[in-house]
């Protein structure tokens, strides 16, 4: 089987100097690739330079990004290789637009006209006392997958935080349609420690529960090799 992982977190530029980005550290990615690696799979993993990684072997090949559009450019033609995608990378939901002054926002006439407007320093000046940063909201990769390549079986991952079972499970199953997802990995971050990770693995049809990130890469391995 051809095993397509994403592991860590995007980081989208405000500069050259400083960018948004998230706590993502790739262990469950690792994780999951060592699971597949140890049984004979051949595996891509799609990770960026921060995130953990496994150690090298014949049958790992890794693709290092950084924003989502080098994802997006980076995933597609292996989407269309792959028998299977994990995609448990943290994505970054926005992406600087522009960064200015509060004084420039508050004496603008017309907002949407800041929209139009990037910034060309290699490093925006930091003397204001406030600024403000435009954001817009970046590509859904996992709504892309099923488009890339429609036979594809897909995971996809939902963090939610503090909210109950139910809501937890419903969001998941909504995303499991919304994105042809076979798989949606569901977690609450109340539920993540050092030592623990609660999770549930959700179809269509059944659930399967987990409360560590081995088990939730055992989980994963044997619910996908099962149905294989």
Request: glycine share 4%.
């Amino acid at each position: 089987m051809k095993v397509l992982i994403t592991s860590g977190g995007t980081t989208e530029k405000i500069d050259s100097v400083r960018g948004i980005t998230n706590h993502s550290t790739g262990n469950l990615g690792k994780l999951i690739a060592e699971r597949f690696l140890a049984q004979g799979h051949e595996v891509s993993l799609v990770t960026t330079k921060q995130a953990v990684k496994p150690e090298a072997s014949s049958l790992l090949h890794t693709y290092i990004v950084s924003t989502v559009d080098s994802l997006l450019t980076t995933m597609e033609p292996l989407v269309k290789s792959h028998d299977l995608v994990i995609h448990s990378m943290a994505v970054s939901d926005y992406t600087p637009v522009y960064m200015t002054d509060l004084d420039d926002v508050l004496s603008s006439e017309d907002l949407t006209k800041l929209l139009t407007k990037s910034n060309q320093e290699s490093k925006i000046s930091s003397q204001a006392d406030y600024q403000v940063l435009f954001l817009k909201k970046t590509p859904k990769v996992i709504s892309l997958i099923k488009q890339w390549n429609p036979d594809i079986c897909l995971i996809g991952f939902k963090l939610l935080v503090n909210v109950s079972r139910d809501e937890l499970f419903s969001v998941a199953r909504a995303s499991l349609q919304k994105n042809q997802a076979d798989y949606i990995l569901a977690n609450d971050l109340n539920e993540i420690t050092s030592k623990q990770h609660h999770a549930y693995l959700l179809s269509d049809n059944q659930i399967s529960e987990a409360f560590t990130k081995q088990e939730i890469a055992d989980v994963i391995y044997e619910q996908v090799t099962h149905n294989d």
